[in-house]
């Protein structure tokens, strides 16, 4: 039995990065990205007005009110082509660009205008409601970089700079496999000592956010029949799941079947409750991962170890799963011998902390407790944690 930590070195060094694709921005949100993106010119590309006004020399108006000759306006896609000189002023537009000889922009609310003359009330400042060219980010400054998950609101950036078409890492192709004899398709009424296929239909869903998915069909307790389907998965994807037959009955054959194969088993037992008789395996060059029976063991490991392998795979900077502290509502007891990772809730108390709300979490088949869960909460080995404790806790994103 090794720790979570050992676990996953195996997992980082194990994961082979995919190869890069390039695909339109339309369909950039939640790839990953294969590459740098640079800002291809200065932003803003010029000189630019924060307000409406007029364009004027500071040594102008310094002995405001002054009156000045109006020679022309600046407005945002038209900017004036001449030069501001002593005594003039140019009418000028939010986001427009400020004209060569001007160094400041009085507001309209400050001046007052008639024909071709204004007057201004006001003294001004040096840059004064100008934002400097190139104030927000330089031509060739790394803006998003390689590793990072593209979300809709990096979209306006990738626009901005040109990138209509991007290089994102390719997206894994992950097989999920249910296996047992007492499992039937979720289409059909359970028979006695039977239970319905939930686990491939919640491993998919977990897992179509970073790969591309396809369930397999539901494999009985026969050796030979997991060997077979085993080996024809694995001969086509990137990454098999396998759900179930990972302990040590007479009738788990996921361990056999794999080192029948000829498959690198790295881990079959990791400190960890639930999920302890987790597999990670390689067959070929593709990632297999034999997940325990129960649902809710299933759900932990498959965020603990599967999404960090498949994220992995596409080189993101931070596959684990989101971080942070909260305060514990209720006293959770300790596993002797192993850390715990259990489904929790989280809410915001009266003064604004972040608070867990442990599940009442009966065991690792209690899916419908963890279909409230948001995240997971960490319980060292060995220690128990008190109500009022600040506790190290994971989000599901």
Not at 33 to 46: I, K, S, Y
Not at 286 to 311: D, K
Not at 391 to 396: C, D, G, L
């Amino acid at each position: 039995m090794i720790p979570i930590s050992d676990a996953l070195n195996f997992l980082d060094r194990e994961t082979i990065a995919l190869p890069a694709d390039e695909i339109k921005l339309e369909a950039s949100v939640g790839r990953i990205l294969a590459e740098n993106v640079r800002a291809d010119l200065d932003l803003p590309p010029f000189d630019r007005s924060q307000m409406d006004g007029f364009a004027v020399r500071v040594e102008d108006v310094r002995d405001a009110p002054v009156d000045l000759e109006i020679i022309g306006e600046s407005v945002a896609g038209k900017g004036f082509g001449g030069e501001v000189n002593s005594g003039e002023a140019v009418r000028i537009m939010t986001g427009a660009p400020v004209p060569s000889g001007a160094d400041s922009v009085q507001m309209v609310e400050l001046t007052e205008s008639d024909g071709d003359k204004v007057t201004i009330k006001n003294a001004a400042k040096p840059e004064q409601n100008i934002v400097p060219r190139a104030a927000e980010v330089k031509a060739g400054t790394v803006v998003l970089e390689k590793g990072e998950i593209i979300t809709k609101n990096m979209i306006a950036t990738l626009a901005s700079f040109g990138y209509y078409k991007i290089n994102v890492s390719k997206r894994p192709c992950v097989k999920i496999l249910a296996t047992g004899s007492e499992i039937v398709d979720i289409s059909e009424k359970p028979a006695e000592d039977q239970i319905r296929n939930s686990n491939s239909w919640m491993i998919a869903e977990f897992a179509k956010k970073y790969a591309d998915v396809e369930m397999l069909p539901i494999i009985r307790d026969d050796l030979e029949s997991l060997k077979s389907a085993i080996r024809e998965a694995a001969s086509s994807c990137d990454c098999l799941i396998i759900s179930g037959g990972v302990s040590v009955g007479d009738y788990d054959f996921t361990k056999p079947a794999l080192r029948e194969l000829g498959a690198e088993i790295f881990f079959e037992k990791v400190s960890l409750k639930p999920g302890k008789p987790t597999v990670f395996a390689k067959l070929g060059e593709t990632l297999i991962f034999g997940l325990p029976g129960n649902p809710v063991s299933v759900a932990v490991t498959f965020y603990v170890f599967a999404r960090t392998a498949l994220l992995r795979m596409q080189g993101a900077k931070f596959p684990e799963l989101n971080r942070g502290f909260a305060k514990l509502l209720h006293p959770i007891k300790s596993t002797k011998g192993r850390d715990a990772l259990l489904p929790a809730s989280f809410s915001t108390d009266s003064a604004g902390h972040l608070t867990i709300e442990t599940l009442r979490f009966s065991g690792s088949s209690n899916f419908i407790t963890f279909a409230r869960a948001e995240g997971l909460v960490f319980v060292p080995a060995g220690v128990d944690l008190n109500a009022g404790e600040v506790a190290e806790i994971y989000f599901f994103d």
